[in-house]
């Protein structure tokens, strides 16, 4: 069933009602157009997506409940799905806030760029551009990330590495260039 897309209140309210509902402690990180309506480079999203890590208890019925509440749609989806995990992605990770025992943060930015790079999508290239001016990746830094996953790629069939380190170049090729 599709539902409303969802701005800076409906998000904030989803971690609210997650926070206060689950039984006990985790960790929520919100991926892509959370992120981005959160920080406010977008106005809103189709997709809550969300990697629970680890899952508080009683998560997933406060997810049932609210999406239904506030209608909204909510995804289990994370970088590390699409690509291999980078080293300390939970390390880079931002601290959002904090609702009963639950801490909520955005995924790591190193890694969310990353992943969009490899998928290419317009609205990709806009977030990444996005990331970049609010100053949470540096081009240097993406590169060197790339090359440390490069070896799992392996693990990952249908990623063509030469082909994702092509679209990594011209990334941030791109990036530095719009500094000029």
Same mark, same amino acid.
């Given at each position: 069933?599709? /539902?409303?897309?969802?701005?800076?209140?409906? $998000?904030?309210?989803?971690?609210?009602?997650l926070g206060?509902?689950?039984?006990?402690?985790?960790?929520v990180?919100?991926?892509?157009?959370a992120?981005?309506? !959160?920080?406010?480079?977008?106005?809103?999203? +189709?997709? $809550?997506?969300?990697?629970? #890590?680890?899952? %508080?208890?009683?998560?997933?019925?406060? &997810?049932?409940?609210?999406k239904?509440?506030?209608?909204?749609n +909510?995804?289990? *989806?994370? %970088?590390?799905?699409?690509?291999?995990?980078?080293?300390?992605?939970? *390390?880079?990770?931002?601290? !959002?806030?904090?609702?009963?025992? +639950?801490?909520?943060?955005h995924y790591d930015f190193?890694?969310?760029?990353?992943?969009? !790079?490899?998928?290419?999508?317009d609205? #990709?290239r806009?977030?990444?551009r996005?990331?970049?001016?609010?100053?949470l990746?540096?081009?240097?830094?993406?590169?060197?990330?790339?090359?440390? &996953?490069?070896?799992?790629?392996?693990?990952? %069939?249908?990623?063509?590495?030469?082909?994702?380190?092509?679209?990594?170049? *011209?990334?941030?090729?791109?990036?530095?260039?719009? $500094? /000029?």
């Amino acid at each position: 069933m599709h /539902r409303g897309s969802s701005d800076d209140t409906k $998000v904030r309210e989803l971690m609210r009602r997650l926070g206060e509902e689950a039984r006990g402690p985790g960790r929520v990180y919100l991926v892509g157009g959370a992120s981005a309506v !959160i920080i406010g480079w977008r106005e809103t999203t +189709v997709d $809550v997506d969300l990697k629970l #890590d680890p899952e %508080p208890p009683g998560v997933f019925e406060a &997810i049932a409940r609210a999406k239904d509440v506030l209608d909204i749609n +909510v995804e289990l *989806a994370a %970088p590390d799905e699409f690509i291999p995990p980078l080293p300390d992605w939970q *390390a880079r990770s931002p601290f !959002i806030t904090r609702h009963g025992s +639950v801490d909520f943060l955005h995924y790591d930015f190193y890694a969310q760029a990353l992943a969009k !790079i490899e998928r290419g999508h317009d609205l #990709d290239r806009h977030d990444i551009r996005a990331m970049y001016d609010h100053r949470l990746i540096d081009p240097d830094r993406l590169s060197a990330f790339w090359e440390s &996953i490069e070896p799992g790629l392996v693990r990952y %069939p249908a990623i063509e590495p030469e082909v994702f380190r092509a679209k990594l170049d *011209a990334a941030v090729r791109a990036l530095r260039e719009s $500094v /000029r």
